[in-house]
């Protein structure tokens, strides 16, 4: 990989090197696990970028749409910085409405130089391109794809870049090409991802969930979609319900039923996203009335590692906050707890499995589950 030009947000703060499997310390860093797991293993208890202390046993977690946006980028050529004349004339042909060469030549060169991906923030070409993600103007499909993919190249490069995409006016624009029914598939998952990208910044993640339609368009695409239109969609959603406001306008749309669903047929993405509106009481209750027990214990018999790691963290979630015996009923009939205590010191390679489980078998003693045995 030597000679391409990753965006920094890449790189691993420890080794400087672009992270093949990036993890959350609980400071809220991303690291490289293989760099966080040597400076831990080496007795360090404190956040290598924050100086935060650590707990004894702090959890990594993957940064698994940090990870899809290392994926996406994927350059396989090195190029060269364009000097600033070529630049300047690349810049130049581009116009509204543009041609399909010219947004060629611009991607071309987005996808590997971050001094051209710079010009274009700084010289108002984003602007343009803009104009061809937002569908009012009847953008052919192909130009479309192409504008959407220079700015989610843009947009990887740090949070002032995110930052600016947004004041710029990128989330109407991306939410319109999302909800719009003439969007193709394969732009509409780019919209998502581009969304996806821009909320790595904490601060727009407020500003994105509070548009009208951006959240509930989302929803929308987990309803209506297909494939990778709906693993973008879920991505999207799981990456802006960090932000607690934005979890309560997720369960206001409607959003917990339809992941409910998509849990039980294998949407990986849908049970962390689960993960998140449980931390808040209205996400809570709509799981509660949704079944959400019976479909966790869908995931725990037949999903992925990773699924099964949030299933049981949803299933103590809506337990914990249950002071009736409904739920433990459920849990009892769905063979849970046994479950659950077949899965406590389980290794699955850095993930939660083993401490979720024994934090459900945790809070079902303490609920007095055992009485329902009797």
């Keep these: 990989m030597e000679g391409i030009l990753f965006p920094d947000d890449f790189k691993c703060p420890i ?5 093949s499997d990036p993890v959350i310390l609980t400071s809220g860093q991303t690291f490289d696990r293989a760099s966080i797991q040597r400076w831990l293993d080496s007795g360090n208890r404190t956040c290598p970028v924050t100086k935060l202390p650590l707990p004894p046993h702090p959890p990594l977690i993957p940064n698994h749409a940090l990870r899809n946006l290392i994926s996406n980028f994927a350059p396989t050529t090195s190029a060269p910085y364009l000097p600033l004349s070529l630049r300047q004339t690349l810049v130049s042909n581009l ?8 947004l060629t030549q611009i991607r071309q060169v987005s996808k590997k130089d971050a001094a051209f991906r710079r010009y274009l923030s700084e010289s108002g070409a984003v602007s343009i391109l803009l104009r061809h993600v937002g569908t009012e103007s009847g953008t052919p499909p192909e130009l479309q794809e192409l504008a959407l993919r220079i700015l989610l190249d843009v947009s990887l490069d740090g949070d002032d870049v995110k930052v600016g995409l947004v004041v710029d006016g990128a989330v109407g624009r991306i939410v319109s090409a999302i909800v719009n029914a003439t969007t193709s598939s394969s732009s509409r998952a780019l919209a998502a991802t581009t969304l996806t990208s821009l909320a790595m910044a904490d601060v727009n993640k407020c500003t994105i969930g509070a548009h009208p339609s951006a959240i509930a368009g989302l929803v929308a695409v987990l309803i209506e979609g297909r494939g990778r239109e709906r693993s973008e969609a879920a991505t999207a959603l799981y990456v802006l319900c960090s932000f607690p406001e934005n ?27 689960l993960g998140q509106l449980g931390k808040c009481m209205e996400g809570r209750d709509a799981m509660k009335a949704s079944g959400v027990v019976s479909a966790m214990a869908t995931v725990l018999r037949k999903g992925k590692p990773r699924s099964v790691e949030h299933a049981l ?8 906050d249950d002071d009736g015996e ?10 849970i707890l046994d479950t659950s205590m077949g899965l406590i010191g389980e290794d699955d390679n850095g993930g939660n499995i083993g ?20």
Excluded: H, Y
Aim: hydrophobic letters at 45%; a positive charge.
């Design 95 to 102: 116009s509204f409405p543009s041609n399909f060469q010219t």
């Design 247 to 273: 979890r309560k306008r997720t369960v206001r749309v409607g959003a917990v039923p339809v992941l409910v669903e998509l849990a039980v047929s294998g949407l990986e993405r849908a049970v962390e996203v």
């Design 355 to 374: 401490k979720n489980a024994a934090r459900l078998v945790d809070t079902l003693q303490r609920k007095g589950f055992e009485s329902l045995l009797l």
């Design 326 to 335: 409904e739920i433990q009923i459920q849990v009892w009939k769905e063979g």
């Design 15 to 19: 080794s400087l090197e672009i992270m």
């Design 313 to 320: 963290f949803v299933i103590n979630l809506v337990c914990d």
